[in-house]
């Protein structure tokens, strides 16, 4: 049975809930719905109308006839190649008008930005958390994130939650953050394996219970999956193969990646050799993981956000809005009572969106500096750190 506060906190939830789509419905707004926010859209629209949502020309049939002025031949549909509990998670914003998923989407979107910044401060002070808030809004990514309507929250929450469940040694929620990191597999894959490896490294109650919530989650996930598409486990793979043999994919001349930036520098540029080169920094930070076991094993919250830096470095398809993730290594490193780290982050915060704001997109770079000066000083032994009042 729930217990009261349980039952307390679903109705409050649902609650919350209702406002926002009555605020969704109801109160005007601009938000783009021709973003990438309508990838998604399309999707929970063909979704709710029982369309397989990998049958592209179906879905792109439904979208037409979806959108105002569109003209066959001319109308471009934004693929959705997220796995199908993706959609399955949001299928209600296909129920609505664009116009309201899209600031439904946002709401969201904004709460799971909120509640990761909530579960990452846990245990600050009153002064520090209150200031977090705002910091973690306003960092360039994270409005790039909120504007296109991206699909970064889950991933950013996933990863918050685990790093709070496995500190409260709440099984059940460690397994829902685990479960959240498979909604963008490219970032979130590297944590998962790290997560496992953890509790099974704990050897203890908690460790069992999660490491069997966590599979039963995956079993659940997988069986889902075909209420989006009967056939998902083959059409998944065959558009994500179609997807990536696309001229505007391949090319990746708007990623913001160090294996395409070094592709760029050292080959043609194409995606295809920035994966080559995504394997070898893999290898580098696998081996630099290794180095550094003692570290990350003594503190998971330090491994976490290890990973979700690793991801952000060695993935090749990536945009300034993924490294919203750096919002996770930087929390871990603020937490630390040390006020040099502190400022040092601060820093690394504000240094791409000044280089962003002066050079636009091209200043995307510096977000892979600021990712490559945090790495080492995250990856310090504890014995190297020193702790001065903050």
């Given at each position: 049975?729930?217990?009261?506060?349980?039952l307390?906190t679903?109705?409050?939830?649902?609650?919350i809930?209702?406002l926002?789509?009555?605020?969704?419905l109801?109160?005007?707004n601009?938000?783009?719905?021709?973003?990438?926010?309508?990838?998604?859209?399309?999707?929970?629209?063909?979704?709710?109308?029982?369309?397989?949502?990998?049958?592209l020309?179906?879905?792109?049939?439904?979208?037409?006839r979806a959108?105002?002025?569109?003209?066959?031949?001319?109308?471009f549909?934004?693929r959705f190649?997220?796995?199908?509990?993706?959609?399955?998670?949001?299928?209600?914003?296909?129920?609505?008008?664009?116009?309201?998923?899209?600031?439904?989407?946002?709401e969201?979107?904004?709460?799971?930005?909120?509640?990761?910044?909530?579960?990452?401060?846990?245990g600050?002070?009153g002064?520090?958390?209150?200031?977090?808030?705002?910091?973690?809004?306003?960092?360039?990514?994270?409005?790039?994130?909120?504007a296109?309507?991206q699909?970064d929250?889950?991933?950013?929450l996933?990863?918050?939650?685990?790093?709070y469940?496995?500190?409260q040694k709440?099984?059940?929620?460690?397994?829902l953050?685990?479960?959240?990191l498979?909604?963008k597999?490219?970032l979130?894959?590297?944590?998962?394996?790290?997560a496992?490896?953890?509790?099974?490294?704990?050897?203890?109650?908690?460790?069992r219970r999660?490491?069997?919530l966590?599979?039963?989650?995956?079993?659940?996930?997988?069986?889902?999956?075909?209420?989006?598409?009967?056939?998902?486990i083959?059409?998944y793979p065959?558009?994500l193969?179609?997807?990536?043999?696309?001229?505007n994919?391949?090319a990746?001349?708007?990623?913001?990646?160090?294996?395409?930036?070094?592709?760029?520098?050292l080959?043609?540029?194409?995606?295809?050799?920035?994966?080559?080169?995504?394997?070898?920094?893999?290898l580098?930070?696998?081996?630099?993981?290794?180095?550094?076991?003692?570290?990350?094993?003594?503190s998971?919250?330090?491994?976490?956000?290890?990973?979700?830096?690793?991801?952000?470095?060695v993935s090749?398809?990536?945009y300034?809005?993924?490294?919203?993730?750096?919002l996770?290594?930087?929390?871990?490193?603020?937490r630390?009572?040390?006020?040099p780290q502190?400022?040092?982050?601060?820093?690394c915060?504000?240094?791409?969106?000044i280089?962003?704001l002066?050079?636009?997109?091209?200043?995307?770079?510096?977000?892979?500096?600021?990712?490559?000066?945090?790495a080492p000083?995250?990856?310090?032994?504890e014995?190297?750190?020193?702790?001065?009042?903050?």
């Amino acid at each position: 049975m729930f217990s009261r506060r349980s039952l307390l906190t679903c109705v409050l939830i649902a609650l919350i809930f209702g406002l926002m789509l009555g605020a969704a419905l109801y109160l005007p707004n601009a938000l783009p719905v021709n973003s990438d926010f309508s990838a998604l859209y399309y999707t929970d629209l063909a979704l709710v109308r029982r369309t397989p949502i990998y049958d592209l020309e179906a879905v792109e049939e439904i979208a037409l006839r979806a959108t105002k002025d569109a003209q066959p031949g001319k109308f471009f549909l934004a693929r959705f190649p997220y796995p199908p509990w993706y959609a399955l998670a949001t299928f209600y914003l296909g129920l609505l008008p664009a116009q309201a998923a899209a600031a439904l989407w946002f709401e969201l979107n904004l709460a799971m930005l909120f509640l990761s910044v909530w579960l990452l401060t846990d245990g600050w002070s009153g002064r520090l958390r209150l200031i977090a808030f705002p910091a973690a809004l306003m960092f360039l990514p994270t409005l790039g994130t909120l504007a296109v309507g991206q699909y970064d929250f889950p991933i950013l929450l996933g990863t918050a939650l685990t790093i709070y469940a496995t500190r409260q040694k709440h099984a059940a929620f460690s397994a829902l953050g685990i479960a959240l990191l498979t909604f963008k597999p490219h970032l979130g894959a590297l944590t998962i394996l790290a997560a496992l490896s953890w509790l099974i490294a704990q050897k203890n109650d908690f460790g069992r219970r999660t490491l069997r919530l966590t599979v039963l989650s995956a079993i659940s996930l997988f069986a889902v999956g075909f209420m989006a598409d009967p056939n998902w486990i083959v059409n998944y793979p065959a558009m994500l193969l179609a997807y990536g043999s696309e001229g505007n994919v391949s090319a990746c001349s708007e990623c913001v990646s160090l294996p395409v930036y070094l592709s760029r520098a050292l080959f043609d540029g194409s995606l295809a050799r920035a994966a080559a080169l995504a394997a070898l920094l893999l290898l580098i930070c696998l081996a630099l993981f290794f180095i550094r076991r003692r570290t990350l094993a003594r503190s998971h919250e330090t491994l976490f956000a290890a990973t979700t830096l690793g991801a952000l470095l060695v993935s090749p398809y990536l945009y300034n809005y993924d490294f919203t993730l750096l919002l996770i290594p930087f929390a871990i490193l603020v937490r630390e009572n040390n006020l040099p780290q502190r400022i040092f982050v601060a820093f690394c915060y504000a240094l791409p969106t000044i280089a962003i704001l002066a050079f636009g997109r091209s200043g995307g770079g510096a977000l892979i500096v600021a990712a490559l000066c945090v790495a080492p000083v995250l990856l310090r032994d504890e014995t190297e750190r020193r702790e001065c009042p903050s």
